[in-house]
């Protein structure tokens, strides 16, 4: 119940505040990074799949953009997390680092792809606001991993 919580307020945040705290255009994703905390800290991706598809659907809802771009976005950086998990153990933060950095370039490009080939958007995207979106989530679920008992319990 309380991780349902966190994930509701995180997505409230995450669509109301955070897009006008930005860096090179791209703003911290919070969501992500939850979702990638409570991976990471639970080794279990099966269960947070309905919370992901909740999430997603919510941005969806409540962003400007076309439908389906967040739920695509966070299903493939799950995914891509749930892999990575495989290889990296769940010993420190810097294997949350590393997993949390490939799974915002892997959100990166599946938002930006399905916003070119699917709907069609015309978008650019320059590496440095590529680099800065990784960087940035990297940031801010490293600020997060101190509070990774309590988040989780």
Not at 64 to 74: D, H, I
Not at 80 to 96: D, R
Not at 108 to 114: K, T
């Amino acid at each position: 119940m309380k991780k349902a919580f966190l994930l509701g307020c995180a997505v409230a945040l995450q669509a109301a505040v955070l897009p006008y705290v930005d860096v090179y255009g791209v703003s911290f994703n919070i969501v992500l990074a939850l979702l990638v905390l409570y991976g990471f800290a639970e080794g279990s991706w099966r269960r947070f799949l309905g919370h992901v598809c909740a999430a997603g659907l919510v941005l969806d809802a409540l962003s400007g953009a076309p439908f389906g771009v967040f739920l695509a976005g966070l299903l493939a950086a799950i995914g891509f997390s749930a892999a990575g998990t495989l290889f990296l153990p769940h010993e420190n933060a810097f294997h949350f680092a590393a997993l949390v950095a490939f799974s915002s370039a892997w959100f990166f490009l599946a938002v930006f792809g399905y916003g070119q080939f699917v709907v069609s958007l015309g978008a650019s995207v320059t590496f440095a606001g590529a680099l800065a979106s990784v960087a940035y989530n990297t940031a801010g679920a490293l600020a997060l991993y101190p509070f990774r008992k309590w988040i989780t319990s």
